[in-house]
């Protein structure tokens, strides 16, 4: 529900290349697609966990990559 909250939120989505999501079942889609992507060795999102409160802050990673050229 964490993740859900924070997909949802303008001040975080404005850093987002996708803005923010606007129901349950979107986030649930993406939430799936990264982990599938994931499974497969793709270009997927992390999620960033403050360790000492268990909780989701934020994301990071690639918007585009290319693998032969590493780039």
Request: aromatic letters at 12%.
């Amino acid at each position: 529900m964490a993740w859900v909250l924070l997909l949802r939120n303008a001040d975080f989505a404005r850093y987002l290349s996708w803005g923010p999501v606007t129901s349950i079942e979107e986030s649930i889609s993406f939430l799936s697609d990264t982990m599938f992507r994931h499974q497969l060795g793709d270009v997927a999102g992390w999620g960033l966990v403050k360790k000492r409160e268990n909780r989701i802050i934020g994301t990071c990673g690639f918007t585009n990559w290319d693998p032969e050229s590493k780039k």
